[in-house]
């Protein structure tokens, strides 16, 4: 008996101390960080927000002089979905390179306004149409700026939008660089009062902008031949994929389908982090090539060339596609502001483009909360600790989804709803 | 209404030429090398294998497939969405669906695919009569599965290439193949027309055969959610030409 029990004692304190906590609990089914990023969450284990959504795109017309080759564009577009009926205001902020009718965006929406929201979603600063139209500079990544950039839109997009709505309050909430974005914009409405947010959540957020964006590109480097060889890599990929489409009786590329590739393991770990950052590349070069036109920057276009619709992009997008995000930052990004502020130096940039330099405010705030997953891949070693440090209780941390692949996850949309709605955290 | 389409695709190209076409980027006199070039790149494997020589002129053809819709056919369709209610939608949508069933019907025998050939036959004659003249599509609640075959599919099968990369004007996406399959089958249609002349005995076979094709265009325009330039990526020509063809060539798998 005394054996047994003992036994029974040190097999308890070797159970890793994860098992005891949420994990007991959490259904989400996906183990591994990169197949939850690609695949998110399995239709029937969303909530059921069988509603009728009334989303609409608006224009938030611009009057930036725009190169030929943006003709179609015609103002800064942002999505809604109103209440008729008094109701709280939320603002919404994409991740890296997402429209405001990204699927994450989307599913926010419907949940939100399901559960009796006002919404309004902005696209993230970059985005193309974002940069074209509502970049005072253009040159996307200076996180403070973006912040202005974002309030004073938020702000022309309320005075348009005020008249039609019965607004109770306001709360913002962000996801990726989205939520990042949202805890400068809180500061800046500590300032401006505009909105006096109720509460602001971070979903997912990267820690230090650099950092996130050199962890998604480190994923390349586990290709064969490395970043470089982006097009090689990707088109295996999809003649692996193909080869398992055409042997399997499936009707078209759905859920289904990417579900079942998952569990035939088509993909190894490595195939898996490489479309993650092949999907943030075709992201980043669209930023890079907007940016560099609306500037002259002389990056990927020369100069002093002013394109034309009929003129051939495939060159410049092959271009961009093979230019990281590291290298916009290094060749393009930095320069650009140096050039802005003589002297200013490469770690003091980094510093300001990390949420540890509004630090004092984020850990004093009340307002603030941040969700996140164990696993996220974009935080770096030690920065889940920096979080946990200066959020403490309003950091909610789930055992395993990747980036953001659980958001749609019916207990986390139940949570997010909830810390939303209350007015304490 | 086919030949006066085609007519259309012709003149429009030959304006199209006459504008001009872009070359390839070179550097031109005067100008500053930009920090990055395609040369640098060129070690990697290419992910396109599209043929697109006619780039410049599709790229011109996709603009005014964007301003036709922005003016023409979305306001038209969403005229359609307000005037018509939903279940009457379906309706039309079933019911062109229907005729198109005899399209894939004559494409399955020319393949020689014998069992889709006679599920497409089971379906035709179920929605026709059942679904009174295929407004309703019983045949997919029975099991009957729709195929989908048309000439530049048989083409296929006969091993003819798809030729380059086309944009045409209101259709959109294409292959020279595929547009070549379009005029095919919209010829056995016209004939096929001709040789029952439905409305010959109303006095105005012309123009009710104007309103339908009319109808048929909005119906097309009104099932389809793809809008140009909506995704504001700046390299968005590229993705729809690469989708495109990685479509059709999961579709040749079925």
Redesign the interface.
Known sequence: MKIARSVLIVFLLLMPAFAWADDAVYRYPIDDSYAATILGTPQNLRPDTRVEVPVKTMVLETDQKKPE?????RGL?YTVAFQDRKAPLIFLIAGTGG?SKSAKIVALITNLYHAGFHVIAL?SPT???FIINASTTHVPGNLPEDANDLYRVMEQIWSQSKGRIDVTDFSLAGYSLGGTEAAFIARLDEERKVFDFRRVLMLNPAVSLYTSASRIEGLLERIPGGP?????F??RV?EKS?EY??KGDFVA?DDDFLFAAYKAQILNRDEAGGMIAVSFRISS??MI??S??MTHG????????EL?????????????L??SFL?YFN??FIPYLQNRRPGLTKEELLEALSLKSIESYLASSAKIGVITNEDDFILAPGELDYLRRVFGPRLKVYPRGGHLGNLEYRDNMAFLIDRLRSSTW | MYSNAIKLIIITFQVLLLSGCAGRVALLPGEVPPMHTVSEFSDDENVSRTRDPWEGLNRSMYKFNYEVDRFVLLPVVTGYEKAVPGFARTGVSNFFGNLREIRTFYNCILQAKGKKSLVTLGRFVTNSTIGIGGLFDPATAFGMRREHEDFDRTLESWGVGTGPYLVLPILGPNTVRSAGGFAVDGGVRWAIANAIDPFGGTGAPTEIETGITGLETVDLRYRESFRYYDSDYPFEYYMVRYIFSERRELTTIR
Do not use: Q
Not at chain 1, 69 to 73: A, E, G, K, S
């Open positions: 080759i943006f003709f179609y564009d577009r429209s696209p985005f193309s149409n470089r060889r982006i097009g090689a990707y088109n999809m193909t489409y055409r590329i070069a669209g090539f907007a560099d036109v002389g990056y990927v276009v020369p100069k002093n060339r034309k619709n009929s003129d051939l992009l495939e060159d410049y997008f092959w271009t961009c093979h230019l290298d060749e393009y």
